[in-house]
């Protein structure tokens, strides 16, 4: 692979900023933390769906229940890194270069903060942990179903954590596959925050 062809060192002269997302502005980070609540709520009603139908009981002895609890809180904190490893590996595997890994008030992040990165590279980084960890937690919620009602939901609530937390990438996402649509595009990713860029002529105006 030509990792080069992927990113510039320098923003070309030609090139000005067309948008900037800042998920550490209040207003970002709330309205980011709010959709992933409501993503999360969805996901656990529609988990409950059979678990109500089959007249099932999400109740369980003591040990069951701490054991399912205290996994439920350790897969948070290992996929909350997994999520940032992803992004980091396929930065990595597309450019080779540095990388940021941290975490703000609103969210965990990874970046790549020393290089402008071409838009195909970008959407490929950051669909990178969306579409591994769906493809992973959706089957093994549902076999987690015919373990046991409690284990099957605290997958479905990580799963809907999943989704939710996925909401500033599935974002970027849209406006790379709408807006932003341009292989000229050029994005400067530090992690919380997303530069894009587009030479002059082919700049479009803000909304």
Not at 68 to 75: E, H, K, P, R, V
Not at 78 to 104: D, I, N, P, Q, W
Not at 110 to 115: E, F, L, R, T, W
Not at 174 to 180: E, F, G, V
């Amino acid at each position: 692979m030509n990792q080069s062809s992927n990113f510039e060192h320098t923003l070309p002269s030609q090139y000005r900023e067309v948008y900037h997302l800042d998920a550490r502005k209040p207003k970002v980070g709330v309205i980011m933390n709010l959709i992933a609540l409501g993503v999360l709520g969805v996901v656990l009603l529609i988990a409950y769906i059979p678990v109500a139908r089959g007249g099932l009981s999400l109740m369980a002895d003591v040990p069951t229940a701490l054991i399912t609890y205290l996994a439920f809180l350790a897969s948070i904190i290992l996929y909350t890194v997994l999520h940032e490893l992803v992004h980091g590996a396929a930065y990595k595997r597309l450019t080779g270069e540095k990388l940021t890994f941290g975490m703000s008030w609103s969210c965990a992040f990874c970046g790549v903060p020393h290089i402008f990165v071409y838009r195909r590279a970008v959407l490929f980084a950051v669909a990178a942990p969306l579409t591994v960890f769906t493809v992973l937690l959706i089957p093994l919620t549902v076999a987690l179903f015919f373990v046991h009602p409690l284990c099957y939901f605290a997958s479905a609530a990580l799963f809907g954590l999943h989704l939710g937390g996925c909401c500033g990438d599935i974002y970027v996402i849209l406006l790379l596959l709408t807006k932003y649509r341009s292989r000229e595009l050029l994005v400067k990713d530090t992690g919380p925050e997303q530069f894009f860029y587009l030479p002059s002529g082919n700049a479009p105006h803000h909304d």
